[in-house]
């Protein structure tokens, strides 16, 4: 890796992620590295989750004193930052989508598997903007996706952070009721309880839904459910593109 001749003013972790390493230090050579406590933290975040990550867990697991990782790592700030884009990973999306709404709708697909496979991701702080190699490469690829609408730069970053909140949310939502929700038996026994509960005080709307082919007390969410509300933020990306440019940039969707 290439060493920088300053990083102090940097964002803690920022230099680590771009393969910058400190000035080595003396002493005997370093039994482990960077990559490796890291990978050692996304072990015990895919165990138990990110609340599981602490310099004493990764430091037992690694065989060596808590004191010991400050030798790799200044703070765990450095090391959250580069959990963060490691566990993102490149974005796993087709580089020539054959138009701008495949490729967002590829992207937001791509963002949720991830947290699939790396739930603890949702739990990891957001500060500021995306600085390190992989999390730019997620920003990079939506704006791409975007770029095919012909908006100016301004409404193509309004449009990736609608997105992105999007799929932070939705990836949320259903982590959540996947965790907590009930079995069918439990599921039906409550709309049949709560129905006609709903209906003596005239809300015919939420009993309509508890007696529905998806029942409302089961709180599933599905594919289903995000392809819905992301058709319905393209179909209010597609309005703004006829506002700015009549429409143009639609061509290549056949729109």
């Known amino acids: 890796m290439a060493q920088s001749p300053s990083t102090t003013d940097l964002p803690p972790g920022l230099a680590l992620a771009w393969g910058v390493q400190p ?18 933290a996304m072990e015990l975040a895919d165990e138990s989750g990110y609340a599981a990550v602490s310099m004493p867990k990764i430091a037992s697991r690694l065989g060596i004193t808590a004191n010991a990782l400050y030798r ?19 974005p796993d999306v087709p580089t020539q989508p054959s138009s701008w709404q495949e490729g967002v709708t590829s992207w937001v ?37 975007l770029a095919e609408t012909g908006l100016p730069a301004a409404d193509l970053l309004g449009c990736a952070t609608l997105l992105d909140g999007y799929a932070r ?17 439990e599921g039906a026994a409550v709309a049949a309880f709560l129905e006609p509960l709903l209906r003596a005080r005239g809300s015919d709307v939420v009993a309509d839904l508890l007696g529905g082919a998806a029942p409302y007390a089961e709180a599933t969410f599905d594919d289903g459910d995000v392809e819905f509300g992301l058709q ?9 593109i006829q506002k700015r440019t009549g429409g143009g940039a639609d061509r290549r969707a056949g729109t």
Do not use: C, Q
């Open 169 to 185: 949310s939705t990836a949320n939502l259903a982590r959540d009721l996947h965790a907590m929700s009930p079995s069918p038996t």
């Open 232 to 240: 319905r933020i393209l179909d209010g990306i597609t309005t703004l």
């Open 23 to 40: 000035a080595p230090r003396r002493g005997p050579k370093p039994a482990h590295s960077v990559e490796g406590i890291v990978a050692t």
């Open 109 to 145: 697909r791509a963002f949720v598997a991830r947290t699939r496979i790396h739930p603890w991701l949702l739990d990891l702080p957001v500060r500021g903007a995306p600085l390190t190699p992989n999390l730019l490469g997620w920003l990079e690829a939506l704006l791409d996706a």
């Open 72 to 90: 790799y790592l200044a703070s765990k700030e450095e090391l959250v930052v580069l959990l963060a884009d490691t566990g993102w990973g490149p």
